[in-house]
């Protein structure tokens, strides 16, 4: 049965031991770990100051052509205008508001909130014929049948 773990680090030269940085048989040890860094010609680490390639600081928000504020919001919002046109109306207007703050152009919000005006005077519209159609009806037979 072979030893699969690999050696104990050798203990620092100044320890005061007779035979400190000396493997078995006194042989010399190579260094365990290599040197901060790592690779010839590095510098170690980068400063905490620094962020990493490809990382924002604190407080920057970076968004990508997919993803910008209120984009979820603007296609709820222009979901909601077919289905119930006062939400989508004022969802859309939140999504809208949303991405002109961050500078970007959000065209779903911008078809939701027109969509949803447009459906609410059409359904004010049919709410009212339909009210004049039952006042009509009932001026018709005053008494019943």
């Not at 042989?27 to 790592?38: F, K, L, R, S």
Request: aromatic residues 16%.
């Amino acid at each position: 049965m072979s030893n699969d773990y690999p050696p104990p680090p050798p203990s620092p030269d100044n320890s005061g031991y007779p035979g400190a940085g000396a493997g078995q048989h006194g042989q010399p040890v190579p260094p365990a770990y290599p040197e901060q860094g790592g690779y010839p010609g590095s510098y170690g680490q980068p400063g905490y100051g620094q962020p990493a390639y490809g990382q924002q600081g604190y407080g920057q928000q970076a968004y990508t052509p997919d993803d910008y504020p209120g984009k979820t919001l603007g296609i709820v919002g222009l979901v909601f205008a077919f289905v119930f046109a006062l939400a989508g109306l004022i969802i859309s207007a939140i999504a809208l508001n949303q991405s002109k703050q961050a500078g970007f152009k959000n065209t779903p919000a911008k078809i939701g909130l027109i969509l949803s005006i447009v459906f609410l005077v059409i359904s004010i519209i049919a709410i009212i014929a339909w009210v004049a159609f039952v006042a009509w009806a009932f001026s018709q037979y005053p008494y019943g049948y």
